[in-house]
């Protein structure tokens, strides 16, 4: 059980180059997100998929595009990286029972546009 | 809005010291309440949550108390030890239903040395 993976963990890339960010989730949760951090910001949703065929823009949605590729993956899509979009991506994904919603998080992809 | 404020770090104590790191909410209705901690160059793991007024969350000796009249969840632990320096962020679900986004605080740095 590896719950959450994301590939992949380093990324540089020139200002105008396009790339995926990979997720996928062994849990069998319904919800995944995407959220970006930032030094002093903490973190901020960029997308997210309720569950399998949907999703919905969050917070800081500008310059991504997401795909929920079935229930265990859900992708990111820089088309065309900007400096601003350095950053550290997370993936999570969530279970909801009677005691809530809890949410578990990839270990994250470092990403470096120049 | 719904909105979390955590008390800015970085916090710097003495190992067996007690800690205290404040958190306090914005929100309508009524949210669910976590405690994430980052450890360095790793992704977010959950260290405690609470789902309803009154409710104490604990885990490795930390705990936070959901107090609904002061609208706060402060983390405490009685004695720190070197290996919690990490990063702690406050988070709330707005929704207590599925598919719900986590609002985070900006996040409080811990060092404790020996």
């Known amino acids: 059980n590896a719950g959450v993976t994301q590939t992949p963990k380093f990324q540089v890339l020139k200002t105008g180059q396009s790339m995926t960010l990979q997720c996928a989730q062994d849990m069998n949760h319904n919800s995944m997100y995407w959220y970006r951090q930032d030094p002093g910001m903490g973190l901020r949703l960029i997308y997210y998929?309720?569950?399998?065929?949907?999703?919905d823009k969050g917070e800081v949605p500008n310059g991504y595009n997401v795909s929920r590729l079935n229930k265990r993956e859900f992708s990111l899509r820089l088309e065309s990286a900007a400096p601003s979009q350095t950053s550290v991506y997370f993936c999570?994904?969530?279970?909801?029972?009677?005691?809530?919603?809890?949410?578990?998080f990839g270990p994250g992809t470092r990403l470096l546009v120049l | 809005g719904n909105s979390v404020t955590q008390m800015e770090g970085p916090v710097t104590l003495s190992e067996e010291a007690f800690l205290t790191i404040n958190c306090t909410y914005t929100?309508?209705?009524?949210?669910?309440l976590f405690w994430y901690v980052q450890y360095p160059g790793e992704g977010l793991q959950l260290l405690l949550k609470?789902?309803?007024?009154?409710d104490k969350g604990s885990n490795k000796g930390f705990e936070a108390t959901y107090r609904k009249e002061t609208t706060s969840f402060h983390l405490e632990k009685g004695s720190v030890q070197v290996s919690d320096s990490a990063v702690y962020f406050c988070?709330?679900?707005?929704?207590?239903?599925?598919?719900?986004?986590?609002?985070f605080g900006k996040g409080t740095t811990l060092s404790v040395s020996s």
């Open positions: 609470a789902t309803k007024a009154d």
């Open positions: 998929s309720a569950s399998e065929g949907t999703t």
């Open positions: 988070a709330l679900s707005p929704l207590n239903q599925a598919g719900t986004a986590l609002i």
């Open positions: 999570a994904s969530s279970d909801f029972s009677s005691r809530g919603e809890t949410q578990y």
């Open positions: 929100a309508t209705g009524y949210p669910s």
